[in-house]
């Protein structure tokens, strides 16, 4: 509406201004050599106006012909950007689908037309990483970080090249200069605190942290949590070579993460050396409320140096005491009260702490059987069978971190250098019990579990039992029963007994055979089965070098406990780990 009014007003104007001008009497008088005119006011400014127009005319036609040239060349450019972004933009969808020959061709395309876009060669290097070609697409990463606009990109290129060439030092080495690019790069500090982590440089790796929370890459209490962890990392280092620096890097990592369970034992130790039994307790409680650990239940058993068995049990139960019935950190309790109640020599009250485990125990729960068969009745047929069954129970919580199981706790993951990445909990779930699948008790377990303890003989006029030495026997699996009859066809993996020789026969109790030890197939290395046998691979296979039957001159089993050899192979397994292997192999984890 404005702009009709507008209008309307300036043809107002123009037409009164031509009829003041048609109003206006006179002539103009035009002398030019022997050339005279003289027009009148109307028709001079008429004259002047068409004069005015011709002239913006030609001017508009040559300005057209002289910028002809350059618009044709700016045209071809538009129609050459315009393919090049078309093939741009349908060669990062082909790669996004995962198709090689079609992203190869419209890289191609995208470097002949559009030769210095920096996505042309952000898909020529992808497309050369999906085609598996990595020395093209190290020189287009390295193309890109000779450019300013993409130099960070280029860098990132060239350090995920390096990763998966298994080369850390020239990772760690692109990491740094991209930080000096940009401290806010994620991946660059995750990468050099890692690898700082590694080499044990616990400084340099606190001044990534600090650089990280300038940055505002993490939060405050993210930042607490880390830097406890690499403080309790630099203090279990310097326990035995600087206690000092040592002492003070716990404590402050205390503070910063109270529960953190490394932490926690080792400040409650410190403590405990210099006589605040108090502050100990207090540390380890706080920290067993939140993640109850075996370490901590032995630190709090040890608070105070040169405390009877008996007292470090009644410690024991009273942090026990201190979890919920429903957490998952009971048992952990329960197994903690079970071994002072062992070390103390109060056996009933281990047995009545294991008995709601025993039916499906775990291995540390079969060990401690093993150990409470053993130290209380001297009963070594059931040690042993605990100890069998220990080999196949499930596995107990363990420090894992990305699929990597470690006998101890670490501050970052071996497998990705994440920092905090180990928890404890189990790394190898259960199978399901299925019908026709669960591998059972063997009879042997079955009946030396079931047998009475053995009568100890005290009086003199008692004649002790006769001795009854076994036979050699064939080579049997856990799922065998010691009998004449043919083993099950079950088992798979166990030779069958021979028919005209029985399983188990006695030998002359005066005149023992001495080659009974040099004949017996006992010598040689059973392997035994587990439930991750019957259905999917294990994701950690188990193995145990245990003879079942113990000839005299076999050094498995003895009476004392466990053999060496059995400990370390009983001992959690750890799993492979992935990603990064030259990096961790060069620098430790």
Known sequence: MLRIVLFLVLIALAGAGAAWIADQPGNVVLTWGGWRASPSIPVFVLCLGIFAILVVFLWSVLTAVWR???????????????????????????????????????????????????????????????????????????????????????????????????DAVGAVMIAEEAIKLS??????????????????????????????????LIDKQAYRRQRGVLLTARALELETMDRDVARESVMEAVKLAPTLVPAAVLAAKFESEAHQVRRAMKLVEAAWLANPHPDLADAYAHVKL???????????????????AD??????????????????????????????????????????????????????????????????????????????????????????????????????????????????????????????????VTAANEAPAEPV?????????????????????????????AKDEPAVAPADPVKPAPEAAESSPVAETPVFRTRADLGKPAQVPIQAVIPIVRAPDDPGIDDDGPSDEFTEQIGTPKAQAGGWRGFWSRWGA
């Open 306 to 324: 040169g405390d009877a068995a008996r007292q470090r049990l009644q410690r024991v139960e009273t942090l026990a005491a201190k979890t919920p």
């Open 327 to 456: 957490r998952a950190g009971h048992v952990e309790g329960q197994l903690a009260i079970a071994r002072a109640a062992i070390d103390a020599s109060e056996f009933a009250r281990a047995r009545e702490v294991l008995a709601p485990y025993v039916n499906d125990p775990t291995q540390r729960v079969a060990l401690l059987m093993a150990e409470l068969e053993r130290a209380e009745h001297g009963d070594s047929g059931r040690a042993r069978a605990w100890t069998l069954r220990a080999v196949r129970a499930r596995h107990d919580p363990a420090w894992t971190a990305d699929g990597y199981v470690s006998d101890r706790w670490r501050p970052v993951s071996p497998v990705t250098g994440r920092l905090d990445a180990f928890q404890w909990q189990t790394p190898v779930a259960s199978l399901p019990s299925d019908k026709g699948t669960t591998i059972e008790s063997s009879a042997f377990e079955e009946a030396m579990l079931a047998a009475p303890p053995p009568k100890r």
């Open 68 to 166: 002809t040239p350059g618009r044709v060349r700016r045209r071809r450019h538009d129609k050459r950007h315009a393919r090049g972004r078309h093939a741009i933009t349908h060669g990062l969808l082909a790669i996004g689908h995962g198709d090689t020959a079609l992203a190869r061709r419209h890289a191609d395309a995208a470097r002949r037309h559009t030769p210095n876009d920096p996505l042309a060669l952000l898909l020529q290097a992808q497309s050369a990483q999906l085609d598996g070609n990595r020395d093209e697409a190290q020189r287009a990463f390295r193309a890109m970080a000779e450019r300013e606009d993409t130099r960070l990109l280029g860098l990132r290129g060239l350090f995920i090249e390096a990763q998966r060439a298994d």
């Open 469 to 497: 030495v076994m036979a050699p026997a064939p080579t049997q699996t856990p799922n065998q029963t010691p009998v004449a009859a043919p083993a099950p066809a079950a088992q798979d993996n166990a030779p069958p007994v």
């Open 183 to 216: 401290p806010a790069s994620t991946w660059a500090s995750h990468a050099v605190l890692g690898f700082r982590c590694a080499r044990g440089d616990w400084s340099g790796a606190l001044a990534i942290l600090d650089s990280n929370l300038s940055a505002g």
